[in-house]
Structure formats: C-alpha cells, structure tokens
C-alpha cells in the first residue's frame, strides 16, 4: 500500500517516525535543503538580476535565516557566494574570449568597472587586463 493508497483509506501518518520526511525528501535534509534550493538558484540566475531578498522571499524564509544557514552550512554569506559565481564567470571569460573587458564586466553581474576591477585584482592579484595577457603568454609557450 502507498501512502496516498493509506490516506485515502482513512490512516493517519505517525506523529512519532513521520513517513513523510523519509530519507531523501527535502523534509529530512531538513535546512540543508534550504541551502541547497538557494545554491542551485544562485547559479541558475541571472547575476545582475540576484538580490538576496528577493531569494529569501522565493525560498519562503527572511535575508536573516538566509544568512545564518548559509554561515552554518557553506561557511560563506550568500553575497560571497554570488560573487564568487561573478568573478568566476568573469575569470573564464577573460581567459577563454577576446571580448572587451569592460562587456565581461557587465556580462558576470558587475554593475561597474571600477568594481570588476577592483575585484578582479583583490581575488587574481592581477588586473583584468594583466590577468588576460598572462593567458595570451601561457598559451603560446
């Protein structure tokens, strides 16, 4: 018998081992489940377009919990790590494309130049621009 088949027959679920958050339901990972929706809708996200409370309100919880999960989960807020997703995103555009650096700093979710570079330098130890002829000098060698 499935338990919808149980339901329908008049059962009720066991207050005490509770069927429906058996292992692999988003109820048995319990915040870890929270964690893990906001990852994947980090990534699936448009990066100019991702406000943290905006993603706490589409996972039904506050910016506040949000943080706190994710200090307790990921070790990192979640504004670290969107912007890890930018700088990686810009560090293989960079890398891999010949675009102007100031459309790759657009296109990654910056909203200015100043600060994709800025954080270009802070993360590579490098400008965008040396960072981008350092792989020009990697390649031909």
Not at 23 to 47: D, E, F, M, N, Y
Not at 65 to 72: I, N, Q, S
Request: aromatic share 4%.
């Amino acid at each position: 018998m499935t338990t919808h088949e149980a339901e329908l027959a008049g059962y009720r679920a066991c207050k005490r081992c509770r069927p429906e958050s058996a292992p692999g339901t988003p109820a048995w990972k319990g915040t870890l489940a929270h964690v893990s929706r906001a990852l994947k809708l980090i990534t699936q996200s448009s990066p100019k377009s991702l406000k943290i409370n905006q993603l706490a309100n589409r996972l039904g919880t506050s910016d506040r919990h949000l943080r706190r999960l994710f200090a307790r989960h990921v070790g990192l807020s979640p504004q670290a790590v969107i912007m890890n997703n930018k700088l990686n995103t810009a560090q293989k555009l960079i890398c891999q494309t010949s675009e102007p650096l100031s459309k790759i700093a657009f296109t990654a979710g910056f909203n200015s130049i100043r600060r994709f570079n800025d954080a270009i330098k802070k993360r590579f130890g490098l400008s965008p621009t040396k960072l981008r002829s350092q792989k020009e000098g990697n390649t031909t060698s």
